[in-house]
């Protein structure tokens, strides 16, 4: 089971601390410090599948160099504001990966092992696209 903490430092920020003891600070963009708690979700979203896309990249034995995700969302305009759009754009770097092998660890994560993405999925659409960038060559 999953759990987390958070505590109101002052004024509108915050600390958000995890089941292992590692922590980020949030805040409404006023503050001018912290993480938005709406931009958090895209943060979660991305790394969720961040992580699922490099483990079975290296499992395919085509491990990567270089991963970036980009995550944009569309928000309602009114309270409470939920998220009916996120679109995830990676930027992937590494030896030998084909489009077939990222196209297919990307769909796996989505579909199947990202916890956040399955949790979000039914109020929002989540579309993503890839582009694979070139290595230095030697």
């Keep these: 089971m999953g759990t987390a903490i958070v505590k109101w430092i002052e004024g509108k920020q915050f600390i958000g601390i995890d089941s292992t003891n590692h922590s980020v600070v949030l805040s409404t963009p006023d503050e001018g410090i912290g993480i938005k708690p709406s931009d958090l979700l895209l943060i979660a979203v991305a790394s969720c599948t961040a992580v699922d896309v490099v483990e079975i990249l290296a499992k395919k034995r085509t491990p990567l160099t270089y991963l970036e995700i980009s995550s944009s969302g569309e928000q309602d305009q009114d309270p409470p504001w939920t998220f009916r759009k996120i679109h995830l754009h990676f930027k992937i770097k590494g030896k030998n990966l084909t489009e077939k092998a990222v196209e297919q660890a990307i769909q796996l ?9 399955a949790t979000i999925r039914p109020s929002a659409q989540i579309t993503t696209d890839f582009e694979i960038l070139p290595e230095p060559s030697n």
């Design 109 to 117: 994560s989505e579909e199947k092992y990202c916890s956040v993405a």
